[in-house]
Nanobody, 116 residues
Framework: QVQLVESGGGLVQPGGSLRLSCVSS????????MGWYRQPPGKERELVAV???????DYADSVKGRFTISRDNAKNTVYLQMNSVAPEDTAVYYC??????????WGKGTLVTVSS
C-alpha cells in the first residue's frame, strides 16, 4: 500500500510564501506522475500542478508564475513552492500519485490559510 504524507500547511499572510512537501512510502520514480490538488471551502477539488516521471510540468492558470512543483527522487518527496499567495489560495491541499497501472493514491491533505 502506497502512503503519501503532506506537510507544510498553515497560516500565511497575503503576498507571503509557503512550501508544501509530500513524502511517499515508495520510490516516486516508480510512479508515472505526481501532483498537487486543492479544495477551497465550499468548492470542488481542483488541479494545481502536476509533474511527470520525466519532469515535465503543468499548472492551473490561476497559479502560473506563482507556484512551482518539483521533486527530489532521492528523498521520495514532491514539493509545491507557493509564492505571492492570495486569500483565494486558501484550501486543503492534497498530494496525488498515479502508478503504471492507473492506480491513484491520495494523501490526507494539509490546510493552507491565507489571511492577514
Amino acid at each position: 500500500q502506497v502512503q503519501l504524507v503532506e506537510s507544510g500547511g498553515g497560516l500565511v499572510q497575503p503576498g507571503g510564501s509557503l512550501r508544501l512537501s509530500c513524502v511517499s512510502s515508495i520510490n516516486i520514480f516508480s510512479l508515472n506522475a505526481m501532483g498537487w490538488y486543492r479544495q477551497p471551502p465550499g468548492k470542488e477539488r481542483e488541479l494545481v500542478a502536476v509533474i511527470t516521471r520525466g519532469d515535465t510540468t503543468d499548472y492551473a492558470d490561476s497559479v502560473k508564475g506563482r507556484f512551482t512543483i518539483s521533486r527530489d527522487n532521492a528523498k521520495n518527496t514532491v514539493y509545491l513552492q507557493m509564492n505571492s499567495v492570495a486569500p483565494e489560495d486558501t484550501a486543503v491541499y492534497y498530494c496525488r500519485g498515479v502508478n503504471n497501472y492507473g492506480a491513484i493514491y491520495w494523501g490526507k491533505g494539509t490546510l493552507v490559510t491565507v489571511s492577514s
